[in-house]
């Protein structure tokens, strides 16, 4: 075998066996022999480098925030908390989804109308606040609040606040950005908000 | 990071913490990213050669997997699922970038890409002398195509099929850009080691 034959089957022996033909040409051929040598540390080499290397904190601190912004991983509710995450991601199932739960929401107010609240006014103000006092809040806020226990009252007044504030923000938005789908989407994750707040005030008012 | 290293201390496995992930558990998706960020970040840094770039990549491979795995159902191994969906991730931005990820086919070589056909000297074997930073080194050298297919056979471990198959070019390139790719690192790292003997 010469060095040229050596060559055609080179490739193929990095990875594999030689048989006893190759091993004779590498007994006999130093420069083939430190060649094949050479070739198989680069790929053994190569193996060390599969897990190497790590990535710095913010990459999971950014998996993290986009996460929870897109509502795939909810940290543990934290009063207080922010509720409103700005960094986010939007796609065409989030607005179906929202949407539904928004109507859900809605849904569910109604039928708890037991607390005398009047349908039309929930409707409107459940998807758009509007008539704020000094405090942000609307009138339907204010009837809410009243029939929620003295000790939760603090922590929904001040939900209610942040969120209408986060309405008023994003209708701004979408009056100064009528074509933007971002906007829009932000807009609809505010009312789904609202109606998350007031669902859960409905609940925790139940008898 | 506090609960995940905790529940990895206690042997939380990796089925259970795909189970509560699909159902939104926070510390969950922080042992999944765990177990794997080293080596789909591995992946990434030595296919880019860029550290910042590799980086968003890491992150949108564990972003595209975190919102699909509701769906995972355990036919494949979640970690060929996770590195298989980052190597798209990274391809997906050589595309983009322009660069080639298909390695050119044998009869269309470069003369700047295409290795010399060298049998070896023995002044300048490279046995026992390729260390990791020199490697690495020398594979951010390569031209993109030879690094694509070196680090997903070499380094990841992906046979000739399965890369065919990522990058959508034949078994038979694939193995010769593997041979090629091999041969420019050795001159690459002979060249390094080189030019180190001459400094003083």
Known sequence: ???????????????????AQHEAHLKSCSSCSELLADLRAIASGAKLLCA???PSPRVWANIQRTLEAEGIIRPAAQP????????????PAWLISGAAVVLLAIGA???????????QLAETQVTAPAGTDASGATPDDVELLSHVSPAARATYADNLQTVNAFIRDAEDNVAQNPH??????????????RAMVYASAMDRSMP | MTGARKRQGDKLSEAEAIERAKHGDAEAFEVLYDLHKRRVYSLCLRMTANAAEAEDLTQEAF???????????GESA??????????????????????????LEDDIETEEETPKKD?????????????????????GKLPPGYRTIFVLHDVQGYEHNEIADLVGCSIGNSKSQLHKARMKLRELLRTSRAEKAIKP
């Open chain 1, 80 to 91: 207080g908390a922010a509720l409103f995450p700005r960094t986010r991601h939007w796609s």
């Open chain 2, 78 to 103: 979640f970690s060929t699922w996770l590195h298989r969906m980052a190597v798209n991730v990274v391809l997906m931005q050589l595309r983009k970038k322009g660069l080639p990820v298909v390695p």
């Open chain 2, 63 to 73: 972003m595209q997997l975190f919102r699909k795995i509701a769906t995972f159902r």
């Open chain 2, 119 to 139: 049998f070896g000297t023995q002044d300048l074997t490279l046995e026992g002398s390729i260390d990791r930073l020199r490697l690495q080194n020398a594979i």
């Open chain 1, 109 to 119: 107010f109604l039928y708890t109308s037991h607390y005398g609240l009047n349908q």
């Open chain 1, 180 to 193: 933007d789908d971002e906007a829009r989407h932000y807009l609809m994750q505010a009312y789904q908000e």
């Open chain 1, 52 to 54: 190497d290397s790590e």
């Open chain 1, 1 to 19: 075998m010469t060095c040229i034959e050596f060559q055609d089957v080179l490739a193929d022996m990095v990875d594999g066996e030689t048989d």
